[in-house]
Nanobody, 121 residues
Framework: QVQVVESGGGLVQAGGSLRLSCAVSGSIFTLRTMGWYRQAPGKQRELVATITSDGRTNYADSVEGRFTISRVNTKNTVSLQMNSLKPEDTAVYYC???????????????WGQGTQVTVSS
């Protein structure tokens, strides 16, 4: 019903930048809150940033001021600009989308497959 696909991960040196993108497709009636989460080896998945349909953002303390989340509603996409990257930002990053689907108008929560971000020291 809903497909979530991330892109843009990779290897970068500490202090560098990366931009992650996520596209949502399928039986979308409305795209609600979208977000990025990450999971490092041996750790639980954690919130990185979220953005509501009207542009309100929320960030984890660890990324505040370094990462910026944005979305383009007409394209059903969300991006995460990551600057001043640190080795502790190394993780698999997952895109998440809250979607009201058609024709049932039921709300579903969907995850992408994840994209690896590795920051070397």
């Amino acid at each position: 019903q809903v497909q979530v696909v991330e892109s843009g991960g990779g290897l970068v040196q500490a202090g560098g930048s990366l931009r992650l993108s996520c596209a949502v497709s399928g039986s979308i009636f409305t795209l609600r809150t979208m977000g990025w989460y990450r999971q490092a080896p041996g750790k639980q998945r954690e919130l990185v940033a979220t953005i509501t349909s009207d542009g309100r953002t929320n960030y984890a303390d660890s990324v505040e001021g370094r990462f910026t989340i944005s979305r383009v509603n007409t394209k059903n996409t969300v991006s995460l600009q990551m600057n001043s990257l640190k080795p502790e930002d190394t993780a698999v990053y997952y895109c998440n989308a809250d979607v009201r689907i058609q024709p049932t108008l039921r709300i579903v929560n969907s995850w992408g497959q994840g994209t690896q971000v590795t920051v070397s020291s």
